[in-house]
C-alpha cells in the first residue's frame, strides 16, 4: 500500500489522477509480529545443506550460492550483481556494487556498497569454483557474473531455485517429513522445489545466518554492517531470539554492575 500511494502521487504529477488521491490510500496499521516474517534456516539445516553440496557437488554454482548467502548474509540481489572481479582472493574479500546502468542494481543503491571479509574456507570454494567449474560467459554488458551459467549471468529466479531445491529434506534422507511419497511428489522434481513445505527461500538463509550470529554474540553493529540494514531493522526483522535467550545474553555484560 505504500508502494501504490508513492505510485499514485506520481501519477498526480502528470495529471494521470484526480488530485490528492494518494491521501485516500491508507496503509494497515501492522503490529511488530504481523510485519516480521518467521521463516528462517537454522543452523543445522544450513550446515546439513553446505556439508552434502561440499561432498557431492564440491565448488559447483550451488555450492557456492549456498555458501555465500549463509556466510555473507547478504541478499540475493548483491549476490545476482557479483563479478568475478569483485572477489579478491589475496584479501580474502568480496565487494558489493550497485551497478544500476548495468541492470545489477542492489538495495540501498551506492549506501548497500560495501567489503565482506570471507574465511578460508569460502575462499577456496571461490577459487575453485572460478578455476574449474565455471562457466566462462559474460553477461550482455561485457561483464564476467561470478555466478554464471552457459547463457551468461544467471537470473535471480534460478538463485532462489538452489536454495529450495537444496533445503527439502528429501535430499538428506529417503524419508519426508510431509508424509509424502518421494516418488510422486512435485517437489521432489528439479523444477518444483518450492512445493516443499520445508524447503526456504534465500531470505532464509539471510535471516538464519543473523540469528545464528547473534546467539553467538556477534555485535549488532558488526552484524549490520556486514549485512546492510540498520541495527533497528536487524532487532525487529532478523532476531529470531527468544524473550529468553535475549535475557541470558544481556545478563553475562550486566552481572557485574
Known amino acids: 500500500m505504500d508502494t501504490l500511494r508513492v505510485f499514485i502521487r506520481w501519477l498526480e504529477t502528470v495529471d494521470g489522477v ?65 563479478d568475478v572481479g569483485d572477489f579478491n582472493e589475496e584479501e580474502q574479500s568480496i565487494e558489493v556494487v550497485h551497478r544500476p546502468e548495468k541492470d545489477t542494481s542492489i538495495k540501498n543503491a551506492e549506501r548497500g556498497e560495501r567489503h565482506i571479509g570471507l574465511s578460508d574456507e569460502v575462499c577456496t570454494v571461490l577459487v575453485d569454483w572460478i578455476t574449474d567449474r565455471r562457466p566462462d560467459t559474460t553477461d550482455e554488458h561485457g561483464r564476467h557474473p561470478l555466478i554464471s551459467s552457459e547463457l551468461g549471468r544467471v537470473h535471480r529466479t534460478t538463485l532462489r531455485r538452489d536454495c529450495y531445491r537444496y533445503t527439502r529434506p528429501c535430499v538428506f534422507t529417503d524419508e519426508c517429513p510431509h508424509d509424502r511419497k518421494i516418488s510422486d511428489c512435485d517437489a521432489a522434481e528439479h523444477d518444483h522445489p518450492y512445493e516443499c513445505p520445508s524447503s526456504v527461500s534465500p531470505h532464509a538463509f539471510r535471516r538464519g545466518a543473523l540469528t545464528h550470529a547473534l546467539n553467538s554474540e556477534v555485535p549488532e553493529k558488526v552484524l549490520s554492517d556486514r549485512a546492510n540494514l540498520s541495527e533497528s531493522v536487524l532487532d525487529e526483522f532478523y532476531d529470531n531470539r527468544s524473550k529468553q535467550e535475549r535475557m541470558e545474553k544481556r545478563r553475562k555484560y550486566l552481572n557485574h554492575i
Open 18 to 82: 484526480e488530485q490528492d488521491l494518494h491521501t485516500k490510500v491508507r496503509s494497515p496499521d501492522l503490529s511488530g509480529e504481523e510485519k516480521s516474517r518467521d521463516v528462517m534456516l537454522d543452523k543445522e539445516r544450513a550446515d546439513r545443506a553446505l556439508e552434502y553440496l561440499r561432498k557431492y557437488k564440491y565448488a559447483s554454482r550451488q555450492h557456492v550460492v549456498l555458501t555465500l548467502l549463509w556466510h555473507t548474509m547478504m541478499r540475493v540481489g548483491a549476490l545476482h550483481a557479483l
